[in-house]
Structures are given as structure tokens and as C-alpha cells.
């Protein structure tokens, strides 16, 4: 008989993320985290920020871009004022579905609650059903939360499936956003101190890099910076532009390129941009 002893399992991660349990911001935690993820929900993205920082979790869920609306500004400003890492990255295909308390039927609805973005994205579904009015609401997992605790029998919220089945609500209607493509990108941040996913030096394709830099407001300081990543063929995939506070029309650059910075022609690119910029901060590297 054997009398090795059974491992113990490691305790579930705990990560913060901005938004009411089930919302698309939790369903994104269990991608990058698993099921088991213990959250944290928080009213605002500087408190999940703080959270991390303040050591209340051991990880952080921000959306970053969505193919719809573009990039979420705020969260961008606030990868630079924290000192984190990005360590993973997900997509999430945002379904909306029209949710209800248990035995509200269709026909019975007058109004729908949600976050402004989330019926905006719905709008052929009002279009088609006139007599529904739309109801502004800070979030929508917390907008099926709302309508089940309050019992509505004449309304609806618009959110994830998942809310649904946190909250014990019916899905009157699913999938009803207009744009099937519509993807928002979530990044796990982790704080400096803990431990990062180690570099495989033999699969370095599939990875991503992510940095911000500045550069003098001068004639071709941008195209100079850039062709640190073009000489060395490497794919800058995005750039963003920020502005920089306190120095009227100058900019932050926000750009994610392919490659590992265990990959020489990375570090290569990063040290010749270094020569060129005012600041420069490697923000994470992660699988893609």
C-alpha cells in the first residue's frame, strides 16, 4: 500500500473585480481564475485597484477594450498610477439576455433595467417590442439583482447568463444584443510581489507584450520610437494614445506588441526605445 501523502489542494485565488456577482466582469474572473474563484465585487475601478493594492485580494479583473466602444480610458490611467503586472489576458463575447424574477412571462413586461451601454447595444430588440421602455440602471447583473429581490412582475433586466443563475432568475429571452461581434477584453493584473507566470525560453510565439512610453512633442520622435519595434520585425498589434497630465498636448503611448520579453529581438527593441523615450514601463507579458 502506498503511504504517500495526498497534496494539499491550494486555496482559491481571490480577485476584485467592478461590478455586482455575475456580472461580465466575473464571468471573465472564472475564465482567467476558474470556477472556484472567490470575488471580490466593487462599486468603482479605482477600488478594485486599491484592493489589489492593499493586498484585500490576490488579483484584479479590468476590461480594457471592446470592440464596440473602443478602450476603457479610465482603466488605462490607472495601469499607469498603480504599479501592477498583467499576467493574462481574455475575451468574452458579451451576450445580453433578457432576464426576469421566477414567473414574469413576456407579454407581462413594460420596462427593462440595465447599465446604458448594455440597452444601447439591444436597441433592434426595442425597436421590434415599442411598448417596452428602456430604464437606466449602474449595472446590469446588479439590475437582475434589483428586479428579483423587489419582485417585479412588470420589468426585465438585460445581463449575463450567469447572473441569472446567481440571482434565481428566469431568461425570458436570450441573446438579444444586436452586434454578435461584440468582445470585450479583460486583463489580470497581479501586484509586483507575487509570482508571474515563468517564460517558457522554447515557446516564446503566442506571447504578448504590453508597455507605455512618452516621447518628446518634437518632429518625428513617434516614428523614431516605433521603428525600434519595425527594424527588428516585430508586430506592434495596438497603439493607443493618452494624454498626459500636466503637459499640455503631450501623450502617453499605450502599445501591445507581439513577443515575449525572454525573445533577444524584444529586449533589443525595448533597450533601443529606452535611448528614446522621456519614460518607458514594460506593463506585462502574457500568453495571448
Known amino acids: 500500500m502506498s503511504t504517500r501523502k495526498k497534496q494539499p489542494t491550494p486555496p482559491a485565488l481571490r480577485a476584485a473585480f467592478q461590478g455586482e456577482p455575475g456580472a461580465f466582469s466575473h464571468q471573465a474572473a472564472m475564465d482567467l481564475l476558474g470556477p472556484a474563484v472567490v470575488v471580490l465585487p466593487c462599486t468603482r475601478f479605482e477600488d478594485l485597484f486599491v484592493a489589489l493594492r492593499d493586498s484585500q485580494v490576490d488579483a484584479a479583473v479590468v476590461p480594457i477594450e471592446n470592440t464596440l466602444h473602443g478602450s476603457v480610458h479610465e482603466n488605462y490611467d490607472h495601469l499607469l498610477h498603480y504599479d501592477f503586472r498583467i499576467v493574462a489576458e481574455t475575451n468574452v463575447r458579451i451576450v445580453h439576455n433578457l432576464i ?3 414567473g414574469v412571462r413576456f407579454k407581462d413586461l413594460k420596462r ?5 451601454v448594455a440597452l444601447n447595444q439591444c436597441l433592434d430588440f426595442f425597436a421590434a417590442n415599442p411598448r417596452i421602455q428602456r430604464e437606466p440602471f449602474y449595472d446590469t ?4 439583482k434589483m428586479v428579483v429581490h423587489d419582485n417585479l412582475r412588470d420589468a426585465a433586466a438585460i445581463a449575463s447568463a450567469v447572473s441569472a443563475d446567481i440571482y434565481g432568475a428566469k431568461i425570458l429571452k436570450r441573446s438579444i444584443e444586436d452586434d454578435r461581434q461584440n468582445i470585450t477584453r479583460f486583463f489580470l493584473l497581479r501586484r509586483p510581489d507575487q509570482p508571474v507566470l515563468a517564460l517558457d525560453e522554447h515557446a516564446k510565439k503566442g506571447w504578448k507584450t504590453s508597455l507605455v512610453f512618452t516621447v518628446r512633442n518634437q518632429p518625428g520622435s513617434l516614428f523614431r520610437a516605433l521603428s525600434a519595434f519595425a527594424l527588428r520585425d516585430l508586430s506592434v498589434i495596438r497603439i493607443e494614445s493618452r494624454p498626459l497630465r500636466g503637459r499640455p498636448w ?3 503611448f499605450y502599445l501591445d506588441l507581439v513577443g ?7 529586449q533589443r527593441a525595448l533597450a533601443h526605445l529606452q535611448e528614446l523615450a522621456d519614460m518607458l514601463r514594460v506593463l ?5
Open 100 to 102: 426576469a424574477a421566477p
Open 112 to 116: 427593462v433595467f440595465s447599465h446604458p
Open 141 to 144: 447583473a446588479g439590475s437582475v
Open 250 to 252: 503631450e501623450y502617453l
Open 260 to 266: 515575449s520579453t525572454a525573445d533577444e529581438r524584444v
Open 284 to 288: 506585462g507579458c502574457y500568453r495571448a
